[in-house]
């Protein structure tokens, strides 16, 4: 099989998946940020340790450099709006927070008030994974503010284009 053909197929297998969409909210250095992230999952029962991928090419991840912690968020299937900006804007041009509701969380870092779920979580290592850098998160404080009839999932968003596409 061809090197396009196996990775077209490989891309359908991910796809197919459907992973739910999180958003990933940081601050750092008086700079605060966030984007959407498609690389993130649990890594560990016991201790609890969670993975989330963020992209060499975006703003989060530069604020994410000088950051202790993150806040990692669950997206309902109704805020797809919230993707859109989160996933569709670059803090390079504009502060995303201006245009959603939040507040200051552990550490002061922003925690997004109309999500179902979040939680924040020390960033305990650092690992190069090619495009993105793995944040391997130690959680220290959630919260469940309401039930979620239904996540968003990845099919609802393959169609965005990334803010920050340099």
């Not at 359908?12 to 999952?41: E, H, I, K, M, N």
């Not at 200051?104 to 979040?118: A, C, E, R």
Request: contains cysteine; glycine residues 8%.
């Amino acid at each position: 099989m061809a090197t396009e053909d196996r990775t077209a197929v490989f891309d359908a297998v991910v796809a197919a998946a459907d992973y739910p969409v999180l958003l990933v909210t940081v601050q750092a250095a008086g700079r605060r940020a966030g984007c959407l992230v498609g690389f993130a999952t649990q890594v560990s029962i016991e201790p609890r340790r969670f993975l989330v991928g963020l992209s060499k090419k975006n703003y989060t991840y530069r604020v994410a450099q000088h950051a202790d912690r993150l806040a990692v968020h669950l997206l309902g299937s109704e805020q797809l709006s919230l993707a859109r900006l989160f996933g569709g804007e670059t803090g390079d041009d504009i502060d995303k927070f201006v245009h959603c509701d939040w507040r200051p969380g552990p550490g002061g870092i922003p925690v997004l008030s109309t999500v179902p779920s979040w939680f924040v979580a020390r960033i305990r290592d650092r690992y190069d994974l090619g495009d993105h850098v793995g944040m391997l998160l130690e959680p220290e404080d959630a919260a469940v503010l309401r039930p979620a009839a239904e996540t968003l999932h990845y099919h609802s968003v393959a169609d965005l284009v990334a803010g920050h596409t340099v």
